[in-house]
């Protein structure tokens, strides 16, 4: 029953033997935001804290600003945002299946969660239909989310839509919660980017980025022709091995994904990308380390 | 013919037509590995130009795969070239009379002398010798056998020369009543010949001194006349020419009767030089009308071919077809 967990467990500490888990576990509690009256610890003051969590007395002994920090105690709820369009169904970068790599994310993080005691939710679905499983904290709720995540997107699923996921998450959920949207290399448009600025005043968010395969092949004729999944387009065999065409897609691969770090930056929301199952972890660790600094 | 030709072409061009649409609508349904956001492919401006070339280098093919059909059809209809030429025929036919009276040894020397030095030259032509003085004596026919005439004219010019162990050149040639018997001689020279029917050139190359003892059976004028009417063309060779001499008048008559030429010997005069003469006449003569003569030029249908082909394939695995 619960494959896919013991899928997600394994990756999770087989990959992280060092410390990662830890670091992982530790640094999660920095992604909740809310505050109790159990105090915690004093960290320094980083840019963007709220002033009065400032400590005076602990910073006039320290002679640098310090921070108090208490312990969560609400129960948050992660919602985790999926594609599964037929998109989600494609190739990614280190040429595992996209959906793989978003259930290693939506499986670590999810687990993270619910080990923290967090209610975990999701929302997926294309093009047709979006759909939800309402937030609950138990590894039998996660595994069916994972399964989701898991089975839904195939060639053959409708086309993925994920405005319209975003706007269903803006139409439906009134409370505040940790949104984790799994994304393709869709571009962001004025539209999404709309949607990702009211998302950004209710809602903490962040961003996973799946990367999409490489389009051109080093070597020349290609064994298995690409295909669009979106529209069955199948990748012409003479652009393989053309290595100007190459260089061309790669800069452009890069002027993509930096534009999209600009506009999520500026729009204030944690990203990663992760290119194969083996980016996750450590892109998980990376980003909640930056939010343990941003916070 | 041409419609069954076009009729095919179409048949080709049709099946081809709906042999693409057939794989363009697999394609549809292309199984493959799957990907998404083919845009980042297809937005970037290298990714048109890469279209283009590809374009350009089909277009190539297709190009260059027509003309490289269009030049096997060319070869494989054997192109030939009209060339004007003067066949040289070799067909002639010589009969060496030589009057062995003992005068004329010097003089049948030199002509055995210079056919044996023309025979290595020989194609095609007959000779044949025959030697007279009150009778005619054949010592070989009409032949083509060079080695054969070879030996026999080394033989008959070594006797001439005074060695007599291996052959007495006279022999026989005086069984007539008299000497130089040059009427009977000629007749029997112009009868030599044989397959009359065909087209050869028939000459006698007749070198007497003109001197008759006796009767001869047929007058020199009589034999004349029947190698002319043999198409047979006499050409005399006279060492003791004197144009005064009524004999050497009618020597030259003869001989200019059946349309070959006369020539005196003269101390300063080869012989070898008269034969040159003489069988040069004979090609010029026989030198047939100019003919058109077409033959196979298949060379730069070839190089073409071998050419396009070649650009056909470097191109073919250039595109990647």
Sequence with gaps: ?295 | MLAVGGGLILLAVLCGFFLGLLRNRKAGAAEGLAVAHSERLRSLPGFGSAIRRYRLGVGGVLVVGILAVMMASYVAARPSASSTVKPVNTNRDIVLCLDVSGSMTEVDTEVADTFLKLVKGFSGERISLVLFNSSPVQVFPLTDDYHFVTEQLTRVRDSFDGNYDDFDYWVGTSNGRGASLIGDGLAACAMRFDHLDKERSRSVIFATDNEVYGDSIVELKEAAEYAKAQGVKVYGLNPIDNDDDPKSVAFREAVELTGGKYFPLRSTTAVSDIVDTITAEEATSLTGEARVVWADDPNLGILFLSLTGIAFIVLLWRVRL
Excluded: C
Aim: glycine residues 6%.
């Design chain 1, 1 to 295: 029953m619960s494959s896919l967990l013991v899928r997600v467990k394994s990756k999770l500490f087989i990959q992280s033997r060092r410390k990662a888990v830890h670091l992982l576990d530790g640094e999660y509690g920095s992604l909740i935001r809310g505050r109790s009256m159990d105090f915690d610890d004093l960290r320094e003051y980083e840019a963007g804290d709220e002033v009065r969590d400032i400590d005076w007395k602990a910073t006039a002994r320290h002679g640098a600003p310090l921070i108090k920090r208490y312990r969560a105690s609400r129960r948050h709820t992660v919602t985790f945002v999926v594609d599964t369009g037929r998109n989600m169904a494609a190739q990614g970068l280190g040429g595992e299946s996209k959906r793989d790599i978003a259930l290693l994310s939506v499986g670590a993080l999810g687990f993270l969660s619910v080990r923290h005691g967090d209610d975990v939710a999701l929302v997926y679905g294309d093009g047709d239909r979006v759909q939800r499983i309402p937030p609950a904290s138990s590894e039998a709720q996660l595994e069916r989310m994972l399964r989701v995540v898991h089975t839904r997107p195939t060639v053959t699923s409708a086309r993925s839509d994920l405005p319209g996921l975003l706007s269903y998450v803006a139409r439906v959920f009134a409370r505040r919660m940790i949104l984790v949207i799994v994304a393709d290399e869709t571009p962001i448009d004025p539209a999404i980017e709309k949607l990702l600025r009211r998302l950004h005043v209710q809602h903490d968010i962040l961003w996973v980025t799946v990367r999409d395969a490489d389009l051109v092949s080093d070597h020349r004729a290609a064994d298995v022709p690409l295909v669009d999944v979106a529209n069955g387009w199948a990748i012409p065999d003479f652009v393989h091995g053309n290595e100007d065409l190459r260089a061309e897609f790669a800069a452009a691969a890069r002027s993509l994904e930096s534009s999209r770090a600009s506009l999520l930056d500026s729009l204030e929301i944690s990203h990663i990308s992760v290119g194969s199952e083996d980016d996750v972890i450590p892109g998980l660790l990376r980003l909640l380390e930056r939010r343990m600094y941003a916070r």
